[in-house]
């Protein structure tokens, strides 16, 4: 056993957390459970440490482990961070959500912290078991975690129908694993990848490619594998649907990132077209579906659908070319979409849940006229939704900027129909984030409003602090993205190169 | 025995789990297609694996993972159907249309 | 290949005897009217398929197929089908109106796969071929190595999958109980 | 061409100031910018003092114009004894080289003194004066007897920057000032409505007509490569055959835009409704200067049509003509004493055009000058009338002449000028317009002249008969006008009658010398034609028409002026109607385009904003919502209900397609889960 | 002053956002205060833009100056570079003083709901957009702040826009105005910089064909489009045509432009000011500083296209004035007009013709600006925009009405007054457009401009007759109305005193652009 502790260290710290929650959630009276959250919120906190050392310590270097099965480089710390840093705020944002209702508050975090531990083995997974074991283990808790609030209709819909459409995705992304190892008997990425290249004609091979797309299509809730989303996300608690939009979406996206840049970037030729095909459905009908939604929750669900379109659209770009140079451009450019979307959208859930603690609803006509009574409030919704919106100086320019640049790179006439599919749908997403941002700012304040939100008082302490995070982070990445705390900069590059 | 006889055996049992997880009403009938969905990739794995023939067996652990998870996976989904059925009384998924608009 | 050289081997006269069992319980599994039977049903096709698993020498998991499934998962679901009560007796609406959509999409599934399965086999050199891991049995002994070694990441997660579903499956599936209850349980 | 007139220009440009035998003038020329700046230095002193002044700003503005008149004539004498000639130009811009010249054009600000700018500065001057002393009395008690005077002080600035402009783009700057001038004094009351909607026509007008100016100094400008009128006459003079078409374009837009403001056929319409104005304006602007600015025009840029663009002659001279005629007979309906002076004015408008258009410089200038005298005498005579009887209507009136003697006398004589009876001014000059337009060549035209001539004089007479003749029928008593008004009239009467001495042909005046060599100093030799000798007989044809008009008048309304016979003798079928519908061109211009621009057009072009451009806008918004909707409604929630309906083959009819609808929320996901792997698979593996 | 060499411009870029920021350091209830720093922040900026344009080597106006090039997202070789030119100069001048304007102009003019701090904040956010685009050097820095200013226009209108509701056919809604205009304002503008950020991302990889590496860099694709690079081709086209489509829209130019008489009719008076008289010009700015240098040949192919809706625009523009009854939706109408003739200076490709459109634009934005102004202070004093309702406003308050009547002349391109010079050089460039582009065509195109000019004058003038002229109406009889204040006069005097002295000495404006539109042209189209 070739383990190099130094690499697997947030790994274990993260599961060490795991188990000094449970043990605590046994220990601890009711009302002390909220030692609970402090020890999962400290135990990622603690993980992020090693990941700095390990990207500052001694150089970004690649660290193999276990026969290659476990690989921690730059592009797995790169998305580790955000998970971490992404599960982090999520937590935050979860603390006065659980502890507000009867919900189970060790237990919530230990599932929590299982599916970011999931997460993580899948950033540095480097085949098709650690893979799939990876990928479970994000979604076995999150079917649970969606159904927690157990006297809620809604809630139990939502998690009944994530469960049966997860255990059917699953049960085609094994079936095209299934025969992705028979094609090419081998399960490592490194091993398809040289077998892949002769396979290109085969039928099987391509059924097997695009079902194991469609596995991780449903993580990244690419239309048409999106339709859980809506209403799990509705019926979810909020900040576990934060997690899904993020976390578990981001873990979807690093699924794909292995199977296509590292299992099969030699017959992009299959998957490239797929992809262009989901990208443009799903920002397309993603958009406009959210136009017609009057449940914030359920309006981010349908955005959050295009988004993933947009972050779909690199994938189609590095399938249209063979360029090495390109198709590194366009895994950094899904990357950098991804942190950014992360944080942005976090910040978007966490207003929402703020939201609705001070109006008690979800409906977006019921947060008429907020920044006469919330004004921070509104302001950070303004914010992190124009930034969704793609608008500067607000983060989300670069990441569509980033992705319009890989889709344009290759020049040829898909890639940039593509491109304007992708400008069109950018222009229609401005109207549902506008129109939240005119509810909030423009529109008069509903009869009794006022005092609601009186009542409920100031934001909790942890919420604050986690749009704070995401508010500072929206901004500053806006202004100088990449220079961002001159942190990712380095790292960045080993995106790029490390593909 | 070749291999093509055990992946068309795969394809049909994979076809009819597709076939019960679309027309099953009730949540546990569903799970079972699943489990045949399942069973399909399982037996895939293992007819690969003996046709690949390597000392590795890759194929073989792969469906040990699958096995293992395929379990935990029922054991959620009961916990989810016993919940749903708490809430109630019916363990009938086309039920569940709160969300229909 | 023709079909009667295929015929002709005894070793798929036992592969059609455990093929054609599993396939047809496969189909009672989602046609059946009662839910105990499907259930039963579903044994019988993982049975079969644990017999075609020794077919081709991968006893280890023939048996864990045999002791996971048939052994807890099978009872598992008895467990649920019971207590969600579902009505063991004869039940005439488990299926709905779908069933042909349903059946369609299947045997377009089933369509595609096939013809394909068919053409990587003719296609490609080797595929065609008899399986040359037959008769010879895999050792334990890797499989146990493989868990330790190579996959010793997926294997430790599978710990925290099953925890999960455990303590998330426990959590949810059981009664709440009333703040009061919750004193008193903590009392005991 | 272009590089040669470019070095013509170099060579003057180093010079800036004398050309050939004129001299450079002396300290007064050199300073002359003092005399176009003094009045926009009134206009702004007066608007920021003037209410708390005793004059409350008429002061200031006779001062500066008081200034101004010695300036110009210092010059003007000085011109007398010998030609000067001063250009000075300063760059207000460089607006780069439209890729066709060497170096950037130039905007120039500046100021030309020559003949016939001293000509114009000296009658702007006096004339100016004389008003603005007449309006000091005229207007006491008004309302706003400050804004008045601002006005007039930007009108007199605007004009002596229009004349002495040494360059196209100063010559618009002015000629737009002294628009906005006159639409701000037309509309001096603009409480009435049709006050405020003359001075809008008179903008109006003569904004469609700075149109061709516009586009005429476009079309020279980048030919010549300057915007000076120096540069102008010097390429005229060389002559290159080439740019002929541009010189004859340029020529007709240039003449287009002095047809509005000097009000020819048909432009002329604003001018009677300018009448709205205070009587002094009409008698400055409306009659002796701002009109002129077009015939000022047409002499500034002489050479170009003397000897390039003769062929735009004929054209101009018919609309010259058709003014000097058919318009004249407008005059003889009029019941308003002032649109009768107003319509007079366009007609020997008319003449001074057709004098110009067929290369009578000379002659045109000098009807110019001496129509700036008897017709500014005769608006101020109106004036005073009008100030007595406070009724602009000849039917208020009569019989004055024994309460008014002085303004009975200055406007008879004045009448008498106008109507161009021997030796007044005005039969000198308009016998050299006749002479000129014969010796041209244009007999036909001549002839019409000639019967023009008749006209005014019958129209005048009439008008003076109405007036001054008969029984007063107006209400109260009116009497003379005050020292203050009628000092001015007496004072313009004197050139009415002894200007013409100045420009008898062959007859130079020692060292005065003759009109013609005043305004003939120019940079290039104006190379008109003007007789040498009087032609007794065009001057008598010309006489006798006059003296028949003023007998025909008489004879007619004299003996019984005071009746309403007298006044409707005119009213003869056909011909009143149509004169006293002005030819119906009012009606042709509002109903036929303005009131169509401003009404159904306007407003088409706002429905098609409406309906058609936003609405695709909004169309594509409304359906972009309604395809989210749909795909929302129909596809993302419903869809797969219809397909599987579609795929259960309809045979259970409505009731079964309501139990679908109800059903399977999951499986339908599912389904659709499964489908689109499916799909994938088979467009990406079987198509492909 | 080196320090000012390299650090002048990025003071006047940012020093706003940071005075925005400041703004929230200061309680919401002093509201004194809040005002004081607003106009100390923009009177600090406007000093500094002065003070370049004093700096400024006016021998060299072809050069950028104030040059400051730092690395900023090297990952795609963006950078922070800035400086100004004969081009930009007048434009930042213009946007850092009528900035200052609003500030002082809106001292004692609030809209409901009241919320000082809020509206100076995004007043001075636009600044940072406004001034930084006119600055910006490279093309993903140009990028962001022509977007910029979005946002606070967006809120300002939304928020403080006019309440009232209007029916919009087609969409068969009534709408309130202040809504529709803002979601339709950012919409359309949005929907042209998506396109026209494909068309700069296509510039960067094609750049990298002749450079060996891929550059946003404007001067060095200028450099490149000097040697006419990037050819045209289909290529050029669509690249021409998507950074088209996003300048177009921001000019606007008809039939992109029905955003603009809503946008400016519901925001607020300031935020109307600020629209008219800067945002506007980041179109055609952008023509100048990207589209014409970097794709001269598309340009030329362009033209005449350009012309025809610049002319089209100058008519559509002129006779929908004419059946405007709301006095700010009748002035927003008359920007359509006036931006034809700006684009059609740009159409003619000639420098004259830019420059046409450099002084159109500085002229619009004093003489819109100023208008909007009066439009803003009339209806604050009858409470309604109705032109009918109005009338005898010369009466009720001379003062006023006699900015209003100066204001309308000027508009109306009177000569001796701003607006002139860019209408008449317009036409002068129409008259001889750059060499093979249609004579007969352009020569059309300068007819009907100057057709154009007579609607112009047509409907300010009945405007004036109208609003200005005759009695007041009865209804305003026993009305107190008080004539132009001080905080009006301070905002509007230095409007009054730039359009008669750039229209008498238009060497103001014209002296530094001159040199760099030559070599423009020069670069551009050789010769």
């Known amino acids: 056993m070739d ?76 998305l580790k961070a955000v998970f971490i840093v992404g599960g982090y705020l999520v937590l935050l944002m979860s603390v006065s959500y659980i502890e507000s209702d009867r919900y189970y508050q060790g237990e919530y975090y230990l599932l929590m912290l299982t599916s970011i531990l999931g997460s993580l083995v899948m950033a540095s997974s480097r085949d098709l078991i650690t893979l799939f074991v990876g990928l479970e283990l994000v979604t076995g808790p999150l079917f649970l975690l969606a159904g927690w609030r157990k006297g809620s209709a809604k809630s139990n819909e939502a998690s009944l129908k994530f469960f049966i459409l997860g255990v059917l995705s699953t049960a085609i992304l094994l079936y095209g694993m299934s025969f992705l190892y028979g094609l090419t008997g081998s399960v490592t990425f490194e091993g398809i990848r040289e077998a892949g290249a002769d396979l290109l004609d085969s039928g099987a091979f391509r059924l097997a490619v695009l079902f194991t797309l469609v596995g991780f299509g449903f993580k990244v809730t690419a239309v048409p594998f999106h339709f859980w989303a809506p209403d799990t996300y509705e019926g979810a608690p909020t900040p576990v649907t934060a997690y899904l939009s993020v976390g578990s979406k981001a873990a979807g996206f690093v699924g794909l990132l292995l199977l296509c840049y590292k299992a099969l970037p030699s017959v992009t030729e299959i998957w490239g077209p797929a992809l262009w095909v989901l ?90 006229g907020m920044w006469r009574y919330a004004p921070r409030l509104a302001v950070l919704g303004a914010m992190f939704f124009f930034s969704l919106a793609g608008i500067p100086p607000l983060a989300g320019w670069y990441a569509k900027f980033a992705m319009f640049l890989s889709i344009l790179r290759p020049g040829n006439a898909w890639a940039t129909t593509l491109a304007v599919i992708a400008a069109v749908n950018a222009v229609i997403a401005l109207v549902y984030y506008a129109r939240i941002a005119k509810t909030m700012w423009m529109d008069p304040v509903p009869e009794g409003a006022t005092h609601m939100a009186e009542a409920t008082g100031p934001l909790s302490g942890s919420l604050t602090l986690a749009l704070g995070i995401s508010a500072i982070f929206v901004v500053v990445a806006g202004i100088l993205p990449f220079e961002f705390a001159g942190v990712f900069a380095d790292l960045a590059k080993v995106v790029t190169t490390g593909i | 025995m070749v291999l093509t006889q055990f992946l068309i055996l795969g394809a049909l049992l994979f076809s009819i789990g597709v076939y019960g997880l679309l027309s099953r009403r009730n949540a546990v009938t569903v799970l079972l297609a699943v489990e045949l969905m399942l069973a399909a990739v399982n037996i895939n794995l293992i007819a690969f694996e003996a046709f690949w023939n390597t000392a590795a067996a890759h194929g073989q652990i792969f469906a040990i993972f699958v096995i293992t998870i395929a379990a935990a996976e029922v054991g959620i989904g009961l916990a989810i159907i016993l919940m749903v059925f708490r809430n109630r009384a019916s363990g009938n998924i086309d039920e569940l249309d709160l969300m229909r608009w | 290949m023709t079909f009667s050289d295929w015929i002709a081997e005894p070793v798929n006269w036992a592969f059609l005897a455990m093929a054609i069992p599993m396939v047809v319980a496969a189909l009672r599994v989602v046609t059946s009217r009662n839910v105990v039977h499907a259930a039963l049903f579903l044994v019988l096709a993982l049975a079969a398929s644990a017999g075609l698993f020794i077919l081709l020498s991968a006893e280890f998991v023939a048996w864990v197929l045999v002791l996971v499934y048939i052994g807890a998962v099978v009872v598992l679901f008895l467990f649920g089908i019971m207590i969600t009560r579902a009505p063991i007796g004869r039940e005439t609406n488990l299926s709905h109106d779908t069933r042909w959509p349903a059946a369609a999409a299947a045997l377009g599934v089933f369509a595609v796969t096939f013809w394909l399965i068919n053409g990587v086999t003719q296609q490609i050199g080797g595929f065609g071929d008899p399986l040359p891991a037959v008769g010879r049995a895999t050792p334990t002994g890797i499989l146990g190595e493989g868990f330790i070694n190579r996959y010793l990441i997926p294997f430790e997660a599978v710990g925290f999958v099953l925890l999960a579903a455990l303590i998330g499956g426990i959590t949810l599936a059981r009664k709440d109980l009333t703040p009061a209850e919750e004193e008193e349980g903590a009392r005991v | ?313 004929p054209w101009m001279v018919t609309i010259a003509v058709i003014t000097l005629f058919v318009l004249g007979f407008l005059a003889l309906v009029a019941d308003d004493l002032k649109r009768v002076l107003a319509y007079s004015t366009v007609s020997q408008l008319g003449y001074m055009m057709a004098a110009v258009a067929v290369g009578g410089y000379t002659a045109g200038l000098f009807h110019l000058f001496t129509h700036a005298f008897f017709k500014a005498l005769l608006f101020l005579g109106a004036g005073s009338v009008i100030h007595a009887v406070h009724s602009n209507n000849m039917s208020d009136m009569g019989g004055l002449r024994k309460e008014m003697p002085v303004t009975f006398w200055t406007f008879v004589v004045g009448s008498l000028s106008l109507a161009g009876v021997i030796p ?110 009087i032609e007794w007989d065009l001057a008598a044809y010309g006489l006798i028409a006059a003296l028949v008009g003023i007998a025909v008048g008489w004879r007619l309304f004299a003996p019984d002026a005071d009746t309403q016979q007298a006044r409707d003798r005119l009213q003869v079928p056909v011909l009143y109607p149509l004169l006293h519908r002005k030819y119906y061109l009012d009606d042709l211009y509002m109903k036929g385009v303005v009131n169509p621009i401003k009404g159904p057009l306007a407003r088409a072009v706002d429905w098609v904003n409406g309906y058609v451009i936003d609405a695709i806008i909004n169309g594509a918004g409304a359906g972009t919502a309604w395809l989210g909707g749909l795909v929302y409604g129909r596809l993302d929630q419903q869809g797969i209900d219809l397909l599987l309906n579609a795929a259960a083959g309809g045979t259970r009819g409505a009731g079964g397609k309501l139990r679908l609808l109800q059903s399977g929320k999951v499986q339908q996901y599912a389904g659709a889960f499964v489908g689109g792997a499916l799909l994938l698979v088979v467009a990406f593996v079987l198509v492909t | 002053m080196a320090w000012f060499e390299s650090a002048g411009l990025s003071l006047i870029v940012f020093l706003p956002a940071v005075g925005a920021l400041a703004l929230f350091a200061i309680p919401k209830a002093r509201e004194d205060a809040q005002k004081w720093l607003a106009l100390v922040t923009t009177g600090l900026t406007a000093v500094l833009a002065v003070a370049v344009a004093a700096n400024f080597r006016y021998g060299a106006s072809e050069k950028f100056q104030f040059e400051v090039s730092e690395s900023w997202i090297p990952a795609i070789g963006a950078r922070y570079h800035v400086g100004v030119d004969g081009i930009s100069l007048p434009l930042l001048v213009l946007s850092a003083v009528v900035t200052v304007l609003a500030v002082i102009y809106s001292w004692d003019h609030w809209e409901e709901p009241r919320n000082v701090r809020g509206f100076l904040a995004l007043m001075l956010l636009l600044a940072t957009g406004m001034n930084g685009t006119f ?68 510039l960067y990889f094609r750049s990298g064909d002749f450079l060996g590496h891929n550059t946003f860099d404007i001067p060095t694709l200028i450099a490149l489009g000097s040697q006419n690079a990037f050819g045209s081709g289909t290529f050029a086209f669509l690249v021409f045509g998507a950074m ?119 002229a619009h934005g004093l003489i819109t600006g100023l208008l909007f102004f009066l439009a803003g202070s009339m209806h604050h004093r009858y409470h309604t925009r109705e032109i009918a309702r109005l009338g005898g406003n010369q009466k009720l308050m001379p003062w006023m009405g006699g900015i209003l009547a100066f204001t309308a002349m000027a508009s109306l391109g009177l000569p001796g007054l701003a607006g002139f010079w860019g209408e008449f050089m317009s036409l002068l460039g129409a008259y001889r457009p750059l060499a093979g582009l249609s004579l007969s065509q352009f020569q059309t195109y300068m007819v009907i401009g100057a057709i154009g000019t007579v609607l112009t004058a047509g409907y300010m003038l009945w405007m004036l007759q109208r609003v200005n002229l005759g009695e007041p109406k009865a209804e305003w009889s026993d009305h107190e109305f008080h004539d132009v204040e001080p905080t009006e006069w301070l905002a509007w005097a230095p409007l009054i005193v730039a359009i008669v002295a750039i229209g008498v000495y238009p060497r103001i404006v014209l002296g530094a652009t001159t040199d760099a539109v030559v070599n423009l042209a020069r670069n551009a189209f050789g010769g």
């Not at chain 4, 129209?459 to 001054?468: H, K, N, P, Q, S």
């Not at chain 4, 203050?484 to 060292?511: C, K, Q, Y």
Request: glycine letters at 10%; hydrophobic letters at 55%; proline letters at 4%.
């Open chain 1, 3 to 78: 383990l190099d502790y130094h690499a697997l260290a947030p790994e274990l710290v993260v599961a060490a957390t795991i188990l000094v929650v449970l043990t605590l959630d046994v220990v601890l009276s009711r009302p002390r459970k909220y030692w609970t959250a402090f020890a999962g919120v400290l135990g990622l906190a603690v993980a992020a440490v090693p990941l700095l050392t390990l990207a500052f310590g001694d150089g970004p270097e690649t660290r193999s482990m276990l026969g290659g099965a476990y690989v921690v480089d730059g592009f797995s710390l790169v």
């Open chain 1, 279 to 368: 990208a443009a459905l799903s920002m397309t009908l993603g958009n406009l579906t959210a136009l017609r939604q009057d449940n914030v929750v359920r309006m981010l669900a349908y955005s959050s659908i295009a988004q993933g379109g947009f972050i779909l659209v690199p994938f189609a770009a590095a399938a249209a070319s063979n360029d090495a140079a390109v198709i590194q451009e366009a895994a950094s450019a899904t990357i950098v979409y991804v942190i950014i979307y992360a944080f942005m959208n976090l910040g978007a859930f966490g207003v929402v849940i703020a939201g609705a603690r001070r109006t008690g609803s979800t409906m977006i006509d019921d947060w008429a």
């Open chain 4, 1 to 313: 061409m272009v590089s040669a007139v470019a070095s013509a220009t170099l060579i003057l440009a180093a010079g800036d100031g004398a050309a050939g035998d004129l001299s450079s003038g002396g300290f007064f020329a050199e300073t002359a910018w003092i005399m176009l700046a003094l009045p926009f230095v009134a206009f702004l002193a007066i608007i920021v003092v003037g209410k708390r002044m005793k004059g409350l700003g008429a002061e200031l503005a006779i001062g500066a114009m008081g200034v101004n008149l010695l300036w110009a004539s210092v010059l003007f004498v000085q011109n007398m004894a010998g030609g000067i000639y001063r250009e000075v130009n300063l760059t207000i811009a460089e607006i780069g080289t439209l890729g066709i010249t060497d170096k950037n054009l130039a905007f120039e600000l500046g100021f030309v003194v020559d003949g016939l700018s001293i000509m114009m500065y000296w009658v702007v001057a006096f004339v100016g004066f004389l008003v603005f002393v007449y309006a000091h009395g005229y207007m006491k008690g008004d309302v706003r007897v400050p804004w008045f005077f601002a006005s007039l002080s930007l009108f007199a600035g605007s004009m002596l920057v229009l004349v002495g402009a040494p360059n196209l783009i100063q010559l618009i700057i002015g000629w737009e000032g002294v628009g906005l001038a006159s639409y701000l004094l037309i509309g001096h009351y603009w409480e009435q409505k049709e006050n405020t909607d003359a001075a809008v026509k008179a903008f109006m007008t003569n904004k469609v007509a700075d149109v061709g100016l516009i586009l005429g100094t476009i079309l020279l400008a980048p030919t010549l490569g300057s915007f000076r009128f120096s540069t102008l006459s010097v390429a005229a003079d060389i002559h290159d055959g080439a740019l002929e078409g541009v010189a004859v374009a340029g020529a007709l837009l240039l003449f287009f835009g002095a047809m509005g403001k000097s009000a020819q056929f048909p432009l002329h319409v604003w001018l009677p409704d300018a009448m709205a104005g205070p009587t002094p304006v009409s008698a400055l602007m409306h009659a002796a200067t701002m009109v002129t600015a077009g015939i000022y025009l047409m002499a500034r840029t002489f050479p170009l049509y003397q000897q390039m663009a003769t062929a735009a002659r």
């Open chain 4, 424 to 533: 007044l001014a005005g039969f000198w000059s308009k016998d050299e317009i006749l002479a000129t337009l014969g010796h041209e060549g244009y007999t036909a035209f001549m002839w019409v002249a000639i019967l023009g001539a008749f006209v005014t004089a019958f129209y005048m007479t009439r008008a003076v008969v109405l007036t001054f003749f008969g029984t007063y029928k107006g209400q109260g008593h009116p009497h003379e006008s005050p020292r203050v008004m009628t000092a001015p009239l007496v004072a313009l009467a004197v050139p009415s009658v002894i200007a013409g001495l100045l420009n008898i042909p062959g007859v130079s005046w020692g060292p005065i010398r003759n009109f013609t060599d005043w305004v003939g100093a120019r940079i290039v030799p104006m190379g008109d034609y003007h007789p040498k000798a």
């Open chain 5, 135 to 202: 600055v910006a050097l490279d093309l993903v820095l140009f990028f962001i702040f022509f977007e910029l200013v979005l946002l606070p226009m967006y809120f300002m209108i939304g928020i403080w826009g006019d309440s009232a509701k209007r029916h919009i056919p087609v969409l068969g809604r009534t709408v309130t105005m202040r809504l529709y205009a803002a979601i339709k304002f950012f919409i359309f503008t949005l929907f042209g910089s998506a396109f026209m950020l494909l068309g700069f991302l296509a």
């Open chain 5, 244 to 362: 088209f489509l996003g300048f177009a829209v921001k000019v606007p130019m008809w039939p992109f432009h029905t955003w603009l008489p809503d946008a400016h009719t519901a925001a607020p008076t300031v935020g109307s000011v600020l629209l008219a008289a800067i945002l506007l010009k980041l179109g055609s700015y952008a023509f100048l500083r990207i589209s014409i240098p970097i794709l001269p040949d598309m340009a030329r192919e362009w033209a005449p296209f350009i012309g025809l809706l610049a002319v089209i625009g100058i008519i559509y523009g002129s006779l929908a004035c004419l059946a405007q009854t709301d006095i700010k939706r009748l002035i927003a109408f008359s920007s359509v007009g006036h931006m034809g003739f700006v684009m059609l200076g740009i159409a003619t490709m000639t420098d004259v013709g830019f420059n046409a459109s450099l002084i159109g634009m500085v």
